[in-house]
């Protein structure tokens, strides 16, 4: 079983800044394995994010483009997620999700760790207070 835990979630204000972090384990090779970001607020859908698969290729959603950074290591078997200029509207649970990259849906109308597809980590809770 493939396993993913995220880190670096907290309480921070307007403006400010954090790095997420999942690191992942089991049998997979992270170096096949694409990592997908999403987050989820109260009563909100599934969002993707950011992507980034394993060769490197990223993306990003309209709403945090030019804000929010992916990045990898491989030798750490850890994806990032560094977060500047962090707004209200950016308060949600954020997971990070393994697979191919064709298998990340843009939306999931449901909690994320329950969609049918990718491994899922737990979530990490960020809030930003104006």
């Known amino acids: 079983e493939v396993l993913l835990a995220e880190s670096g979630g907290g309480s921070v204000q307007a403006g400010g800044s954090l790095r997420l972090s999942c690191s992942v384990s089991?049998?997979?090779?992270?170096?096949?394995?694409?990592i997908g970001w999403y987050r989820q607020a109260p009563g909100n859908e599934c969002e993707l994010i950011s992507s980034?698969?394993?060769?490197?290729?990223?993306a990003y959603a309209d709403s945090v483009k030019g804000r929010f950074t992916v990045s990898h290591d491989s030798a750490k078997r850890t994806a990032y997620l560094e977060m500047n200029n962090l707004k209200p509207g950016d308060t949600a649970v954020y997971y990070c999700?393994?697979?191919?990259?064709?298998?990340?849906?843009?939306?999931?109308?449901?909690?994320?760790?329950?969609?049918?597809?990718?491994?899922w980590g737990q979530g990490t809770q960020v809030t930003v207070s104006s």
């Open positions: 999700a393994a697979d191919d990259l064709e298998a990340f849906a843009p939306r999931y109308d449901g909690r994320c760790p329950e969609a049918p597809f990718a491994y």
């Open positions: 980034i698969t394993s060769d490197g290729t990223t």
């Open positions: 089991g049998p997979t090779t992270f170096d096949d394995s694409d």
